[in-house]
């Protein structure tokens, strides 16, 4: 036995730390790595940086040694994620395989070799989003045809992308999806003559898609023009305006009719009037009295082909208000000066005939007539008022216009004929009718003659009466009318006029 004890204490004595003057010391632990950060952050991985532990901070709770030389590695935690066995001589380290565009926190402890790990240093950081594709390049128009346009360009240079999808073409109404080996594209079903503008942008499997570039052109138009509008007529309104109306284009119910287009001269604008194709008159304004204007309108396209031209010459006119015209047996008013030295209409007795222009007369009740006051009964074979004043003598037209209530319903398809005859027969009629008057100076007129309950002649006994509204040109020969067997429109000297028949 006291053998066993004496080897023990030699042995004691051999062997480190087995003396009470010289125990074990424990593996000091590692401080808190120093300022970690990041270097470089991508969609996908992120590479962070730190300094060593400092020497100054590894002595921990009555622990003793060198703390560098204690530094074993470091682990590295974030997420559901944990690395070991990172090099305690490593300054840096590149984590992959993150998830782009995501807020990260990242926990870094040193370890000393027996596993026992330092305060974390903490750092955060946010992935940024994944970039979207480049751009198409040389985006263009090959082939324009009718109805096809061909498009080209050069391919984006993410096609090489994992995750690149394609292209997405747009034009109109329509977003048309392309492949990711497409460089060219056919539109098929255009319009004609029609202006359209592309937009291509790349895509990616998850949606982000590129700037977009575009490219427009106009297809062929290999439509014929439109057909012009037809039977366009005039009639002034007032002394400043003149009302124009037209049977519309045969084409005005195509897709690609427009509009129409009315210029006018003299004074008109530069730019012609735009009226809409549903329209089949327009009312022309800020006209100058006794001014002969020429308007032209023609039917225009979507694609700006025109038809050919329908024109009119017309001026403004003066239009009275409703007068009455009594018979000749009344006391009141048969015959109507259409101007007077105030340029006013005015309605006259037998007493101013000599200014009279139009005249009433009833003489004859199977056979009342409206016309020239030569040719009245107010007057005697010499075409004298009792008073001597010599009668005017006017002409009238035989062609009436029927069924009319309005005198802006009076269009005309040409300037105004009248006839060589002075007096036109009454005929009662559901409606007015109207008529055209060529007064002694070669001024002209219309004179609507209204109806009311189916009956021209109005009043009884001795006051019968017409209702006449007139629209009276002021300036002599305007618009020009047709002159019957090239005579002049001039009224013939007195001494010519054909002797009025004896009543």
């Not at 979207?132 to 080209?152: C, G, K, M, Q, Y």
């Not at 503008?197 to 949606?207: E, I, K, P, S, W």
């Not at 530069?270 to 304004?285: L, M, N, R």
């Not at 019957?484 to 006029?497: D, F, Q, V």
Request: proline content about 7%; glycine content about 8%; aromatic content about 8%.
């Amino acid at each position: 036995m006291k053998l066993y004890v004496a080897l023990l204490l030699i042995l004691c004595t051999l062997l480190p730390g087995c003396s009470g003057d010289d125990p074990v010391q424990p593996e000091p632990i590692p401080s808190i790595p120093r300022e970690i950060g990041s270097e470089s952050v991508t969609p996908t991985s992120v590479t962070l940086t730190w300094k060593t532990p400092s020497e100054a901070m590894l002595q921990e709770s009555g622990k003793s040694g060198n703390g560098i030389l204690a530094l074993a590695g470091y682990k590295l935690s974030y997420a559901d994620t944990t690395i070991t066995g990172i090099n305690k001589a490593a300054t840096s380290y590149t984590v992959t395989g993150l998830a782009p565009n995501t807020n990260y926190t990242f926990s870094l402890k040193a370890l000393n070799s027996e596993g026992e790990e330092s305060v974390a240093a903490i750092f955060s950081v946010a992935t940024p989003p994944l970039p979207p594709p480049a751009s198409p390049t040389n985006f263009r128009t090959v082939d324009i045809h009718a109805t096809e346009i061909e498009l080209a360009w050069t391919a984006s240079t993410s096609a090489s992308w994992s995750d690149f999808a394609g292209y997405i073409l747009s034009y109109g109404a329509q977003d048309i999806e392309l492949a990711s080996t497409a460089t060219s594209y056919t539109a098929t079903g255009l319009a004609e003559g029609t202006l359209y503008t592309f937009a291509l942008v790349a895509r990616t499997a998850d949606g982000r898609s590129s700037i977009s570039v575009s490219t427009s052109a106009t297809t062929h138009d290999n439509t014929p023009p439109p057909a012009p509008p037809s039977g366009l007529l005039a009639t002034a309104t007032s002394s400043t305006e003149i009302r124009l109306q037209w049977t519309a284009s045969p084409d005005a119910g195509n897709s690609n009719f427009d509009k129409y287009e009315l210029a006018y001269e003299p004074g008109g604008s530069s730019q012609p009037i735009a009226i809409g194709k549903e329209k089949t008159s327009y009312t022309v304004g800020e006209l100058t009295a006794g001014t002969v204007y020429t308007f032209t309108l023609r039917a225009r396209t979507t694609t700006g082909k025109a038809s050919s031209d329908a024109s009119i010459s017309w001026a403004p006119a003066r239009i009275s208000p409703v007068i009455r015209l009594y018979g000749s047996k009344s006391t009141m008013g048969a015959g109507v000066d259409f101007e007077d030295n105030t340029g006013q209409i005015r309605v006259l007795t037998i007493a101013d005939g000599g200014d009279w222009d139009l005249a009433f007369d009833d003489s004859e009740p199977m056979q009342p007539a409206i016309g020239s006051p030569a040719q009245t009964i107010y007057v005697d074979n010499s075409f004298t008022f009792p008073n001597g004043a010599l009668a005017r003598r006017t002409y009238v037209s035989t062609n009436r216009y029927s069924d009319i209530t309005n005198l802006e319903d009076m269009g005309d398809p040409s300037p105004l004929f009248v006839d060589k005859i002075e007096q036109l027969q009454i005929i009662n009629s559901n409606k007015g009718f109207a008529f055209v008057v060529q007064t002694e100076e070669g001024n002209y007129a219309k004179v609507l003659v209204l109806a009311k309950n189916g009956k021209v002649i109005q009043g009884s006994g001795n006051d019968t009466y017409i209702e006449v509204q007139i629209s009276y040109q002021p300036t002599p020969n305007v618009p020009y009318a047709i002159i019957p067997s090239g005579k002049s429109r001039k009224a013939e000297p007195a001494a010519t006029r054909q002797i009025r028949p004896s009543r």
